[in-house]
């Protein structure tokens, strides 16, 4: 966790910039979708955004190559984190509406929680960052509305969504423990290329690809942003927040992304914000603080009890005596 609170806004800021590209990233999909199949925009956006990172590190004169042990590892990372969830998230968005995707991915940090409680992992977990989850959680719900919004768009894209949603979970865990050892910007770009040659050999197996060599003006476009901005630089942010906070708060980017996804929609679609949009917007922001606050008040709150001398309250004997 952060260590001060300038530390904490400083990453809960970063969130919010996240979900918002991220939640941008769905409408994108969405756009690509009816000329591409899930496996070519994964290929992609993927080599998309590793060339954005090498240009990054390049212009800042960062660009270091990982140990030969660190490399099966990151391929790994990249199967969980990219391949395996865009491919599924692009063929849910072939069946199910976007706004009902960015809604299940906030699934996320659930999977995260029960991951990290089942493995060694250095997190955190204490009872205020789990009332945090639940509370973002609510707001996610409130966002939603009628269940009929997620019932309606079929269970397949659904569960393929949810899918994702633990995919992305395991390869947050996994990646945290190689953070250690190699800093984010290079980690993302060693992913990321990994992750792209990984999709291109699936796609040219699935006998797709040719339908990126054609693509109109438009879907060129969605796609260069898609790669750059929503995969390239904003990995490089996503495991910034990683590796300050760990996975589990950095995971509640997820409960922000259907927010922005409402945004774009009032915004672009002319779809409608009311009461309950605020409502949920505020249950969220006030879920993440809590996961981001919530162990400096537990702590500071022991402390103050130590300090105090104040004994544990302990239950009567049964006869009351």
């Known amino acids: ?34 000329d591409l199949s899930p496996l070519e925009i994964a290929a992609g956006r993927l080599a998309l955004g590793a060339l954005a990172v090498f240009a990054f590190l390049r212009m800042r004169g960062g660009l270091r190559r990982p140990a030969n ?8 990372v990249a199967m969980l984190d990219t391949l395996v969830p865009y491919t599924l998230v692009g063929w849910a968005e072939s ?12 699934a996320m940090p659930l999977f995260t929680v029960v991951f990290a409680s089942a493995t060694t992992q250095d997190e955190d ?17 409130m966002l939603v509305g009628s269940p009929s919004v997620i019932v309606h ?47 291109s050999a699936a796609t040219l197996i699935a006998g797709d ?27 490089v942010l996503y495991f910034r927040i990683v590796a300050d906070v760990g996975s589990v708060g950095a995971s509640t980017v997820t ?14 679609l002319d779809e409608t914000i009311d009461g309950r949009t605020f409502a949920g917007m505020a249950l969220i922001v006030g879920g993440v603080a809590t996961v981001m606050y919530g162990p400096l008040f ?16 302990r239950a009567l004997p049964p006869n009351g005596s």
């Open 209 to 235: 690809g040719g339908s990126l060599l054609t693509l109109g003006g438009g879907d060129a476009a969605a796609l260069i942003v898609l790669g750059v901005v929503c995969t390239g630089l904003s990995f």
């Open 95 to 106: 069946r199910i509406d976007s706004g009902a995707a960015a809604v299940l991915i906030s």
């Open 255 to 268: 409960y922000v992304i259907p927010v922005f996804g409402l945004l774009f929609g009032a915004v672009l």
């Open 298 to 313: 537990e702590r500071l709150a022991k402390r103050m009890v130590t300090k105090l001398g104040v004994e544990p309250v």
């Open 69 to 76: 042990a660190l490399i099966l590892p990151i391929a790994c």
């Open 1 to 34: 966790m952060p260590r001060n609170a300038s530390g904490s806004l400083s990453v809960i800021a970063q969130i919010i910039m996240l979900g918002a590209i991220w939640g941008g990233a769905f409408t994108l999909i969405k756009v690509l979708v009816h």
């Open 153 to 199: 768009s079929g269970a397949a894209g659904q569960l393929a969504v949810v899918g994702a949603a633990a995919s992305y979970a395991a390869g947050a865990l996994y990646a945290r423990t190689l953070l250690r050892r190699v800093d984010a910007a290079n980690f993302t770009a060693v992913k990321l290329t990994l992750g792209a040659g990984l999709a």
């Open 125 to 141: 977990i204490g009872a205020a960052r789990l009332a945090g989850i639940a509370v973002g959680f609510a707001g996610v719900l």
